[in-house]
């Protein structure tokens, strides 16, 4: 257990402003189902949405990044370098924290790996198994805001209030 608490655990999500898994469900009579009360108009693309990286700990939960591109290793390596590396200078003061994050390609990307390995004193990457379960507990994070996102009357009418709302 106590190794645990040395974890600061990491992840990636992206929040769409209109949740769209391809099923709509409306319930009607036999012979009614041309009525306005009846059907539902429906988004293809979700309506845009954002891009968001979080860590937390045993000890503190960071506030969530909103990853303004595209996760590529350079913006990756800027979010490590701007906001893992005082996370985790706070949260484990004696360098034996221990940095989990899964195997995106931006994060084996070698400018990544390279940066990890000269912070190697503060901090040590866990190992993370190719084609494993996410067994993430970040997953739990996402999947709350998700459900909080989803219940918000009205729903969120834009990027910018999505951004504040998450």
């Given amino acids: 257990m106590g190794d645990w608490k040395r974890v600061a655990w990491s992840d990636e ?3 769409l402003i209109h949740h769209v898994d ?19 108009g429906h988004t293809q693309s979700g309506g845009g949405g954002i891009m968001l990286w979080g860590t937390f700990s045993w000890v503190a939960l960071r506030p ?4 303004e591109q595209t996760m590529k ?26 940095f989990q994050q899964d195997n995106a390609p931006c994060h084996k990307a ?5 940066w990890f ?8 990457l866990m190992s993370w198994p190719s084609n494993s379960p996410n067994l993430n507990p970040m997953e739990h994070i996402w999947d709350v805001m998700e459900r909080q ?6 729903p969120c009418p834009n990027i910018l209030t999505l951004r504040d709302c998450c």
């Fill in 22 to 40: 391809g099923r709509v469900r409306v319930h009607r009579l036999p012979f009614k189902q041309l009525l306005p009360s009846c059907t539902a």
């Fill in 110 to 114: 070698r400018i990544v790996l390279e």
């Fill in 64 to 67: 969530v990044v909103v990853v």
């Fill in 13 to 15: 999500s992206r929040f």
């Fill in 149 to 154: 996102h989803r219940a918000q009357a009205p």
């Fill in 73 to 98: 290793a350079a913006n990756y390596l800027n979010i490590i370098a701007d906001q893992l590396h005082s996370y985790m200078a706070f949260v484990f003061p004696t360098g034996n924290g221990i």
């Fill in 117 to 124: 390995e000269e912070h190697t004193e503060e901090f040590h």
